[in-house]
């Protein structure tokens, strides 16, 4: 795999063919001793790590939610990926980034929010709300249950195309009634 920096202008990263592409405007630093970068450098790796992975193992239907699957869940695993290694705190100061991208980018937005069940092509929302929610979802009911249950769903759609609401009803079905509540207001309500 090869990490390509890209001119500041282009998308924050993106994935393609063993490449992950990270754009030179978030200051990549040759002091990575702080968390906060650390927790960069995992978070964006793993991102583009998951975003492969998803690109060579789903077939995601080209409707409404689709971004969900190829945006969302490569930057929630990342964001477990970076809890596993430098724990809670460093995955926080992610979420605070993310959640204040969002905020910034969604008063910049005219159209009116989509819930995350059909989140489409608004690129602010995937990356950033999107993949705390799933974060959060992948929190409740387990990193051990989530991958499972992702890899019983691909299977079960025998090379069929993938729906990101199919999915989402599967993995929030093994959620504590405590906690369903606040899952299903995340995905299936504009808050």
Known sequence: IQ?????????P???????????????WVADTKGLQEKAFIYQTVGSGLASLWVQQNLRIANVQGADMLSKALPEAIALQFVRETFGEEAVQLLIKKKMDKYAKDRNNEPNAEPI?????????????KGAVALYELIEAIGMK?????????????NDEYIYFRSLYTKL??????????????RFEEVM
């Open 13 to 27: 990263s993106y994935s393609f063919a063993n490449t992950i592409a990270i754009s030179e405007k978030e200051g």
């Open 116 to 128: 995350l069940l059909f989140a489409d092509g608004a690129d602010y929302l995937e990356v950033n």
């Open 172 to 185: 929030s079905s093994g959620i504590e009634s405590k906690n369903k509540i606040d899952i299903a207001k």
């Open 3 to 11: 990490l390509v920096e890209i001119h500041r202008w282009q998308d």
């Open 145 to 157: 249950t989530f991958a499972s249950e992702l890899s019983d769903f691909i299977n079960e759609t």
